[in-house]
């Protein structure tokens, strides 16, 4: 089999080698990635053409392309993504004030996903969810079919399990990175609290890379049916040196009345949860209340960089997603929903209070380099 390769990937590893995280990026999760994103194209393409809203060789002009107003509201989010997916990819382009399609359509799905799976095998599922959503799309476009019900049905839970997983390439770097700041940004004998830990794999990345350096960890989801996998997780992850506890937490409630006594930890913990919360501000500052003096909050996130507009791959799952959509915006703090730009982290930091924020490694300047690049951490620290 030929070996799996990366573009640039010489070239994006000495950029992260300045911030000593070069280790954590290897070629074989660029490659796929760069596979996934391959994927995520020709799904874009296919549910368009399925839909009828793929646009023909000559064009049709962009208004009448682009106009989400005929879809079911909760649709329109995935829509636009698929347009501007394929606009940022070249399989759509403008001309003349029409919206025109390549005459190159890109390679099956079946093609890529068999190519992924073989590669990278613990990496399928990506394909299995893209698959899904490709063949629910004309129930979700069609208004009879809500995201939720397509991709949290209970049979779908294992799908997951596999997805949010450290055996799948493409999501392990979130928690490895997580882990990586995570461990940097706190002293020896601490506290720390995981918010939305789901499955449990954010834990195990970080309980392991930390050890009996951690005194107290506590892990909570809402969630109970991934509570109780995140909870066994974290246990088995965690140093006979640590205490582990596990609870309840919904972030968009208060945080006191849930057990969360103020200035108790040293340190707040998040991988891919808090672009969710529906009122951000709120969240942020929940989660400063219950540092000690000079604690950091931790969140590993997927990154919109400022430096494009290209849109972030994995956003295709979720823009079918009320949960994903449906949050609260602001034109300064947070423009869009979804992932947020490293600027805007900073804004929503710095109005929650927090004087030192930095986002680790400097995703704008690895995107320049590499437009794909799209992971990052933002510690954000009180005096």
């Known amino acids: 089999m030929p070996e799996f390769r990366a573009r640039r990937y010489p ?18 999760s ?10 995520v194209n020709a799904a874009c393409w296919r549910i368009l053409e399925t839909i009828g809203r793929l646009p023909p060789l000559e064009g049709e002009p962009e208004d009448a392309a682009t106009d989400a107003t005929p879809l ?5 989010p995935a829509f636009r993504f698929l347009v501007r997916k394929l606009l940022s990819s070249g399989f759509l382009f403008r001309r003349n004030g029409a919206l025109c399609r390549s005459d190159s359509p890109p390679a099956s799905i ?11 095998p613990d990496a399928a599922v990506g394909a299995e969810i893209v698959t899904l959503l490709v063949d629910e799309a004309p129930a979700f476009f069609a208004g009879t079919k809500s ?29 490895s990175l997580g882990a990586e700041i995570l461990a940097r940004s706190v002293p020896a004998g601490a506290e720390v609290l995981e918010v939305g830990g789901g499955c449990g794999s954010a834990a195990e990345a970080a309980l392991r890379r930390i050890g009996a350096r951690l005194a107290r960890y506590r892990f909570t989801e809402v969630s109970p049916a991934f509570a109780r996998r995140g909870e066994r997780a974290a ?11 596990a609870a309840r937490l919904d972030m968009t409630r208060s945080w006191p009345e849930q057990g969360i006594s103020p200035g108790s930890f040293d340190a707040v913990y998040s991988v891919n949860c808090f672009h969710v919360a529906p009122d951000l501000g709120f969240v942020l500052r929940e989660a400063k209340a219950a540092l000690k003096k000079g604690g950091a909050v931790v969140v590993s996130e997927c990154i919109r960089p400022s430096v494009h507009d290209r849109p972030t791959t994995v956003e295709f799952i979720f823009d079918f997603l009320e949960s994903f959509t449906g949050v609260t915006t602001d ?48 510690v954000a620290r009180i005096l």
């Open 331 to 378: 034109p300064h703090l947070r423009p869009t929903h979804g992932f947020l730009t490293p600027d805007a982290w900073r804004r929503s930091f710095v109005a929650a209070g927090f004087p030192v924020v930095e986002v680790v490694p400097d995703v704008d300047r690895l995107a320049r380099a590499y437009p794909e690049f799209f992971v990052g951490v933002v």
């Open 30 to 39: 660029m490659a796929a990635t760069e596979n996934f994103d391959d994927l």
């Open 147 to 175: 995201g939720e019900e397509i991709l949290f049905a209970p049979n779908r839970l294992p799908l997951w399990v596999r997805y949010f997983s450290n055996d799948n390439v493409l999501y392990a770097i979130n928690n």
């Open 235 to 245: 246990r088995a992850a965690a140093s006979p040196a640590t205490v582990v506890e």
């Open 110 to 120: 079946e093609t890529l996903a068999a190519d992924l799976a073989l590669r990278e």
């Open 72 to 76: 079911p509201p909760r649709a329109r």
């Open 11 to 28: 070239e994006v590893a000495a950029l992260l080698r300045v911030e000593g995280l070069d280790a954590l990026f290897s070629e074989r």
